[in-house]
């Protein structure tokens, strides 16, 4: 039997690559625990410094998988409920990565897809690749692309792209916000290896602690609360390891110990 993923590391990059082409890489709860677990695994691997997210054949992902949720009526409560956590998990479990993630687009982002791919710090995608919020017009909710779309476009946008449903191209999701960067075809994978082996010129302390405190500071009033906690940070973080060789680096003009 197929692994629905696929997974390498190769030189700090870990790759995490949808694989069910022929669905167009929707998942299923299978599919979305197995992303949950190779992601986990990834954030305790020393060797990982950035995660990839991929899709194999001529889609990224089309989210949700119809095959799968339109078994759900013949199903029990709680056993929709496991279903539709375990899809919102895996969009959770790249949020929280601990380090450095780019979503690598091509072909179509739908859906829960779409939520997938912003759950990543950054996302770069070809020219030619379709995104959608269709799931309105199939009589469904995207609700595991829905927070990280607020967070990527705001609420007011968030709600167009919901409620209307249409595909649109790259230029239209890049001006929105959606992602990062637009390049042809020929181009994506040399682009996402240039992104990845600048990220990781970055003290891998500093990028956790990053992630971590925008989501917390994020959530504070903006007051003194948010000064206060900074600075708790910003003082222990000067006399980390990682910090003293920074800066000795810096000084003696060559590249710290954790830099390619």
Partial sequence: MTSSIMTRVEAGVATLTLNRPKEMNSFDADTARSIVE???GFAVDADVRVLVVAGEGPSFSAGGDFNWVLTWP????ITRR???????????AVYDFPKPSIARVHGA?????IGLMLACDFAIAVSDARFGLTSARNGLLAGIAIPVLIQ???????????????????????RLGLVDQVVEPGALDATV?????ELMRGAPSVQTLIKKL????????????SADVLGEHVAHQCVTEEALEGMS???????????P
């Fill in 82 to 92: 496991v279903g539709a956590d375990a899809m919102m998990g895996a969009v959770q």
């Fill in 38 to 40: 190779a992601v986990e």
């Fill in 109 to 113: 982002a739908v859906g829960g897809g």
């Fill in 214 to 225: 925008i989501t917390e500071i994020d959530a504070l009033p903006h007051d003194s609360t």
């Fill in 74 to 77: 013949n199903l029990d409560a």
């Fill in 152 to 174: 990527a476009v705001g609420p007011r946008v968030a709600r167009q792209l919901l409620m209307h449903g249409g595909l649109f191209d790259s230029a239209t999701a890049l």
């Fill in 193 to 197: 290896a240039t992104l990845a082996a």
């Fill in 249 to 259: 680096a810096f000084l003696e003009k060559r590249q710290p110990k954790w830099a």
